[in-house]
């Protein structure tokens, strides 16, 4: 894919429309907040480690780490410990919000939340210049990666996908 500068916006980003369930319309407030929530964490994340652009944090590849980072860790030990971090921070939501629940609802919520994703407002991330960027954050409309699977693949798919 074309390489695309930290402060760029996601290009015409959409929500594919076959990851909209009946039903999710129910769940998009919660799905809101709780994204909201979740941008939060993770730009807070971010700043930790001066990292600028959501795809470094969530897919744990680092350009770079911030200077006081550095000169502390290795830029991989810093890449270990983002990955974890965030790992666990979507493991958190995901059991929050997912755990015990039956499959249609997990589904709805599932679409809701990928949708609150794709439709949500730009956030302001500082990382090692300081100087705020806007970014389009999706990461939150992914946790639910094992639903939206299975509601690609139509009703009859299993969820046989996990964390690890």
């Known amino acids: 894919s074309e390489y695309r500068p930290p402060h760029a916006r996601l290009p015409s980003v959409t929500c594919d429309r076959a990851l909209l369930v009946d039903g999710h319309e129910k769940f998009l407030p919660a799905a809101r907040r709780l994204r909201d929530e979740y941008n939060e964490e993770l730009v807070a994340i971010m700043r930790r480690y001066g990292i ?38 979507r493991q958190h939501y995901y059991e929050q919000e997912f755990a015990g629940m039956d499959s249609l609802v997990r589904r709805r919520k599932a679409s809701a939340w990928y949708k609150a994703a794709y439709t949500g407002p730009l956030v302001a991330v500082s990382g090692i210049s300081r100087r705020p960027v806007e970014l389009s954050m999706i990461s939150f409309g992914w ?22």
């Open 52 to 89: 600028v652009r959501e795809e470094e944090a969530v897919g744990g590849y680092m350009v770079k780490v911030a200077s006081r980072h550095h000169r502390k860790q290795r830029l991989h030990d810093a890449q270990a410990q983002v990955c974890l971090e965030t790992l666990r921070l």
């Open 143 to 164: 946790i639910p990666f094992r639903e939206l699977c299975s509601i690609k693949k139509g009703p009859q798919a299993g969820a046989s996908l996990s964390f690890q």
